[in-house]
């Protein structure tokens, strides 16, 4: 097991360091965090062999995340994760104008993962600490002022990751605030259940097996922004209700994906109103034959979004070398709706000084019975 070093990592440059953070459990599973932007680096689950192997895609130093094309691997990703339309939004009568990020727009006039200065460009507070069910933690926190990226209100936020003694990492994301603001954040990590051996090109994730808990997306436009509308998947390419392999949703033609090339989607969930927001429901199965590799995802949000980063192209050169291209990895990113404050149908992502708001997402590592 190579785990990422913190003399290595951290660069050695005072422009460019950062702490790195190893929690572990008595089964062996160890998972490593950063400083800079509240980051999930490294995840070592077992195969049905017991041999221990980094499934979450990334980098050996910090100035990998920092100069990255994808400059999400593993970030916290707020205020408010995916795009907001126009770069702006209403709250009661006023108007408010966040930066102008996505490139994926032309001209680019669209707001992206919180702007340009955000959540995942930000070296957080952090303090480890043992539950008192005796498993390792780390407690990130980060304060953003009013007017940061164009959002009202000052927000405190916390994020902490806990490795549970089941083989669970369990994630909860925090935010108070003293105005109306909108909140939506997420954990953008790509996986690969795949163990390191074979070609870097073949190393990707066509063949695992996605099952999500979503007989719809959110449709969007040509600039991945919703319309508004939910388009139900079934006899569609893009229904993993049953399990089915990630390549076999790309062969077939869809106005929602890039065909033989990728997708990012949002899925609404398949969950039953609940007062009790903190209760957790099924989100998504990934799962690898040859290693046996398994994860499950739960969670308290009513949307995930899945993208298998299409837009990677060699460039970003990962951990041990490996050059990431499309379908190095893929994002599960559990989350609400993306452009909630534009779309008045969608559940609201509101928060203000009564309203706090609580994020909870387990990522379950299991294996598969041969």
């Not at 460009?121 to 940061?148: D, L, M």
């Not at 991945?224 to 790309?250: C, E, H, K, N, Q």
């Not at 203000?352 to 299991?366: G, L, N």
Request: glycine fraction near 8%; hydrophobic fraction near 35%; proline fraction near 5%.
């Amino acid at each position: 097991m190579k785990l990422l070093s913190a003399s290595t990592f951290s660069g050695g440059s005072p422009a460019s360091s950062a702490e790195l953070v190893t929690l572990r459990n008595r089964n062996g599973l160890v998972a490593q965090f950063t400083d800079y932007g509240a980051r999930w680096v490294s995840m070592w689950v077992p195969d049905r062999e017991e041999r221990l192997s980094d499934i979450v895609l990334g980098f050996d130093t910090i100035d990998g995340y920092r100069t990255a094309g994808e400059k999400y691997h593993g970030a916290i990703v707020g205020r408010v994760c995916g795009r907001i339309s126009n770069a702006r939004f209403r709250i009661g009568g006023q108007e408010f104008l966040l930066a102008s990020n996505d490139v994926y727009g032309t001209p680019v006039r669209n707001h992206l993962h919180g702007g340009i200065d955000a959540f995942h460009n930000r070296y957080w507070k952090f303090r480890t600490y043992i539950s008192p069910s005796g498993e390792e933690a780390v407690e990130f926190t980060n304060n953003s002022q009013s007017g940061e990226e164009g959002y009202p209100g000052n927000l405190q936020v916390k994020v902490t990751y806990l490795l549970k003694a089941n083989n669970t990492l369990r994630m909860e994301c925090e935010a108070t605030t003293d105005h109306p603001t909108p909140v939506n954040m997420t954990n953008h990590a790509f996986f690969n259940l795949q163990s390191p051996s074979g070609p870097a090109e073949r190393k990707n994730v066509l063949s695992h097996n996605l099952t999500l808990n979503a007989s719809a997306i959110i449709e969007c436009n040509g600039e991945l922004i919703p319309t508004g509308r939910l388009l139900p998947v079934g006899g569609t390419s893009l229904d993993f209700r049953s399990p089915r392999t990630i390549a076999s949703s790309l062969v077939e033609e869809h106005p929602q994906i890039q065909k033989d090339k990728g997708f990012s989607l949002a899925y609404a969930l398949d969950t039953e109103e609940s007062e009790a927001s903190d209760e957790l429901h099924f989100a998504a199965r990934l799962s690898d034959a040859l290693s046996g590799r398994m994860l499950e995802i739960y969670t308290n949000q009513p949307s995930v979004q899945v993208y298998n980063g299409y837009f990677m192209d060699g460039t970003d050169i990962g951990k041990d070398n490996t050059p990431y291209y499309a379908s190095a990895g893929i994002a599960i990113e559990t989350q609400g709706y993306p452009d909630a404050p534009n779309q008045p149908a969608f559940p609201s992502i509101l928060i203000d000084e009564a309203k706090q708001y609580h994020h909870i997402t387990e990522y379950c590592f299991t294996n598969m019975s041969r």
